[in-house]
């Protein structure tokens, strides 16, 4: 079975990541939690606001910044033996 990496399943991390963190780390109101949890991921990855914008929607294609936010949730597609794609992901041999 091959795991999925895809922009859709990114999106279903990154939302529920920040759920978790914003119910933990941040004792503030419940919209400023989600804010700070989204930038705080945000700067892990090294991603832009419009690049963090489409992978929160599940529309960012493109691969680095993708790989960036998924090592940022701390799981690595290259382990794997997914290699991200435009848009998708191939397994490689």
Same mark, same amino acid.
């Given at each position: 079975?091959?795991?999925?990496?895809?922009? &859709?399943m990114?999106?279903?991390? =990154? *939302?529920? +990541?920040? @759920?978790?963190? %914003?119910?933990?780390?941040? /004792?503030?109101?419940?919209?400023?939690?989600?804010?700070?949890a989204?930038? &705080?991921?945000?700067? *892990? %990855?090294?991603? $832009?606001? $419009?690049?963090?914008? =489409? &992978?929160?929607?599940? *529309? #960012? @294609? &493109? /691969?680095?910044? +993708? !790989?960036? =936010?998924? !090592?940022? #949730?701390?799981?690595? /597609?290259?382990?794997?033996?997914?290699? #991200? @794609?435009?848009?998708?992901?191939?397994t490689?041999?």
């Amino acid at each position: 079975m091959t795991p999925d990496f895809s922009p &859709a399943m990114l999106k279903f991390f =990154l *939302r529920a +990541r920040v @759920m978790h963190e %914003a119910n933990i780390a941040f /004792p503030a109101a419940r919209a400023s939690q989600e804010r700070g949890a989204k930038v &705080a991921i945000r700067k *892990r %990855a090294g991603v $832009t606001n $419009t690049e963090f914008e =489409l &992978a929160w929607m599940g *529309r #960012l @294609m &493109a /691969p680095v910044p +993708r !790989a960036k =936010l998924w !090592a940022a #949730l701390g799981i690595n /597609p290259g382990a794997f033996g997914v290699i #991200l @794609m435009h848009g998708g992901q191939e397994t490689s041999p």
